[in-house]
């Protein structure tokens, strides 16, 4: 336990020191650049929202099921809005959600989340 | 000598070297995709070699990593855009080479020199480990954690501009490790009474979350340039395969001294081929009666950068092989594919189970064969593979990271555990941490922890770690390590300075 109490110390006095170096004037612009970070980053937080919502339902709803509407949301997003690409996004959405069940299933004898 | 044919026969048997022919042209194929790494590829193989003999699965991820280091190469001589990170040097050289209208005689260069690169390194670490592992053995539990403390050092202070950030990766990485359950006395500990970290936190988990999620996360964070699609160089691709074997051949110094760069960087823990490939060309730049006209197309940078990243494969397999450390993040995830087999990984490995650390050289010069004839064959249908767009590629992996994840232990709570990890791991990222200590500390954690306290078991005397030669050099060693990243540091900050000075 020893060990560990030193770490923790090491782990929090290497933090503020980096803050320290921080400058004052940081604190008072933070507020407006955490905003325009938002703003770059917006797909970044799509696509942990949409895979912290995949990893929940994934024991309700199944493994097909969830991994079928999440693909189909995340590429439907980034996608250009073809038909080409549309078309591409449903076939590998359906590919990938049953096409890996199946694999999985009776190839590698591993059982994914069916759901309840 | 028995074990050596055990395991070349295992290793050259149909089916396995079938698998190795799937696992070569999947790992060129990812490396050669921008933005999906070499580490990436292996992490995802990972999950689909668990049903196989030990040395077939391990073959199969080596092939892999040896693929995926040439892979690399097609979008950085074409494209001029690094498929890996291990492939940046490659860009100067080659991608003007194929600007100028030689695009086949760039990527046959790069593919040359990779196999030979390869074929170098392979040769160094026949040599290397085993006597390396005979002398690992020797040592007791105290020896062994200051070789940890050592190797720790050294991955903070090598990898990232910032010694301190290095140094708090890895120890973050090191508090992880403690999670779960005590490995000596089997204590639940640091787990906050919560279901969900009893078992403490996988260090698959932890790899596949920090290197795989935060990378996919990271790709999309230009939301206006995933939207369209990158057209590739157009040219004529001839590959003129013997000729220019003969004008790779025709560069001995080059070869060797990059693979060599390559081979030793590849050895030291933490650093990877993303380091090899710029030492190596920087090298050679400096070796060159013509250091003026690096960066327009000419032959050696090619060589240099591709045989110097690719000997780090061989090079980072000394001291998995004979120390039981893993030298990168692609060397941990082999060093897991074994444990997931159950075999234990140290200085004892070559000697327990030499049919398969046998094995593992020839699957390194059977995969590097490999990857050059189909390289030499299907190169042409490759440089297709570098337009597929990034709103395929990350959702799709992301499916492939979370399937890998729960066919670990088909347990839900991992998943759980996966999407943490991946925040976590793109929190740092964003914030410009390198992420390879942290997963370095995760795995050394535990194997620094139980031989700390086996060896405070043994005898309770704390001097000992200083009194014992051995233990000894290598503390100083990991002082050292930390103190001359500092001074170089400074170094660095001091002239920085100076020009700054200068300007004004």
């Not at chain 2, 001294?257 to 081979?263: A, K, T």
Request: proline fraction near 5%.
């Amino acid at each position: 336990m020893l060990v560990h109490g030193c770490l923790i110390v090491l782990l929090v006095s290497a933090i503020t020191s980096s803050l320290r170096r921080l400058p004052a004037s940081a604190y008072a612009q933070f507020a407006g650049d955490f905003q325009a970070w938002l703003k770059a980053r917006q797909l970044v937080f799509v696509l942990f929202v949409c895979l912290g919502l995949y990893l929940a339902m994934m024991p309700v709803i199944g493994y097909s099921i969830a991994t079928f509407v999440f693909l189909a949301v995340l590429q439907f997003w980034f996608a250009p809005k073809t038909k080409s690409a549309a078309a591409t996004v449903l076939v590998l959405a359906i590919v990938f959600s049953v096409g890996l069940n199946w694999l999985f299933d009776e190839v590698f004898n591993v059982f994914l989340p069916r759901g309840v | 000598m028995d074990m050596f044919l055990k395991g070349a026969a295992e290793v050259l048997s149909a089916s396995t070297l079938l698998y190795m022919l799937i696992g070569s042209i999947a790992g060129i194929i990812a490396a050669a995709i921008p933005g999906f790494t070499v580490t990436m590829a292996i992490v995802l193989s990972l999950p689909l070699t668990f049903t196989m003999e030990p040395l077939q699965g391990i073959a199969v991820m080596l092939s892999v990593y040896v693929g995926g280091y040439t892979g690399g190469l097609i979008s950085a001589a074409l494209l001029g855009i690094p498929g890996t990170p291990s492939s940046v040097a490659t860009t100067f050289d080659a991608f003007p080479m194929s600007r100028n209208g030689e695009p086949g005689r760039a990527l046959s260069i790069g593919v040359w020199a990779s196999f030979f690169g390869t074929m170098i390194s392979t040769a160094v670490l026949v040599v290397a480990a085993p006597p390396l592992a005979v002398f690992a053995v020797k040592l007791g539990p105290w020896e062994y954690f200051s070789l940890i403390v050592f190797a720790l050092s050294i991955v903070a202070s090598l990898v990232g501009k910032s010694l301190q950030r290095g140094l708090i990766a890895a120890l973050i990485g090191l508090a992880i490790s403690t999670i779960g359950t005590d490995p000596i006395l089997g204590r639940p500990r640091f787990d906050f009474n919560l279901e969900v970290l009893a078992a403490g936190l996988p260090f698959l988990v932890v790899l596949i979350g920090i290197f795989a999620i935060s990378q996919l996360a990271s790709e999309v964070e230009d939301a206006a340039a995933i939207r369209k699609g990158e057209q590739i160089a157009k040219g004529d691709i001839d590959f003129k395969t013997w000729q220019v074997m003969r004008e790779v051949i025709s560069r001995p110094i080059n070869l060797v001294r990059s693979s060599i760069i390559g081979v030793l960087v590849g050895a030291l823990p933490g650093a990877g081929g993303s380091i090899a490939n710029l030492v190596a060309y920087d090298q050679t730049k400096r070796a060159s009666k013509t250091p003026e006209r690096f960066g327009e197309g000419i032959a050696d940078g090619v060589v240099a950068s591709e045989s110097g990243n690719s000997a780090t494969a061989g090079g980072g397999l000394i001291p998995l092989i004979a120390l039981g450390i893993p030298g990168s993040a692609v060397d941990a995830i082999l060093m897991a594919s074994l444990m997931v087999h159950g075999i234990s990984v140290g200085p004892r490995l070559i000697m327990d189970n030499a049919d398969l650390v046998y094995g593992m050289f020839i699957a390194m010069a059977v995969s590097s064969l490999m990857m050059l004839v189909v390289c030499i064959f299907s190169m042409r249908t490759f440089l297709r593979v570098a337009e597929v767009p990034k709103w395929v590629i990350v959702p799709v992996v992301l499916v492939c990271c979370v399937v890998g994840t729960f066919a670990l232990n088909n347990r839900v709570t991992d998943l759980y555990l996966l999407g943490a990890v991946g925040v976590l791991g793109y929190a740092l990222r964003a914030l410009d941490y390198p992420l390879a200590p942290l997963v370095l500390g995760v795995i050394l954690g535990p194997i620094a922890e139980t031989n700390l306290r086996r060896a405070l078991m043994t005898d309770g005397d704390w001097t000992l770690f200083v009194t014992r030669p051995v233990s000894l050099i290598f503390l100083l060693a990991g002082i050292a390590s930390v103190a001359w990243a500092i001074r170089s540091h400074r170094r660095r900050q001091t002239s920085k300075k100076n020009d700054e000075e200068a300007v004004q």
